[in-house]
Nanobody
Framework: VQLQASGGGLVQAGGSLRLSCAAS????????MGWYRQAPGKERELVAT???????NYADFVKGRFTISRDNAKNTVFLQMNSLKPEDTAVYYC?????????????????????WGKGTLVTVSS
């Protein structure tokens, strides 16, 4: 299983970016997908998560500005970021949790592991 994130870049304060992250592999289902971020010198922190059924959870500092969505058929999660602030500058990582995968034998395997993408850099200039 691999997660590939894209969409980061440099934007001015007040601008918008849309991040995408696609999970690849023999995946039948992903329970939860999400975005986390890590700013220089800080711990990685939750930004937003979304369940397979579409329930969402946001960190307080992005409520009203960011929107998470997903395409279950494509195992892809999105993060629409509006009204960006310089303090949003960070490497953004996508996460997938609770995967059901199909083994070469045809067996279905459900695991509780966390899978991470390599991260995409978002830089917001003032």
């Amino acid at each position: 299983v691999q997660l590939q994130a894209s969409g980061g870049g440099l934007v001015q304060a007040g601008g918008s970016l849309r991040l995408s992250c696609a999970a690849s592999g023999s995946i039948l289902r992903i329970d939860a997908m999400g975005w986390y971020r890590q700013a220089p010198g800080k711990e990685r922190e939750l930004v937003a998560t979304i369940t397979n059924g579409g329930s969402t959870n946001y960190a307080d500092f992005v409520k009203g500005r960011f929107t998470i969505s997903r395409d279950n058929a494509k195992n892809t999660v999105f993060l629409q970021m509006n009204s960006l602030k310089p303090e949003d500058t960070a490497v953004y990582y996508c996460n997938a949790h609770g995967l059901t995968t199909i083994q070469p034998t045809g067996e279905l395997v459900v695991d509780g592991m966390d899978y991470w993408g390599k991260g995409t850099l978002v830089t917001v200039s003032s």
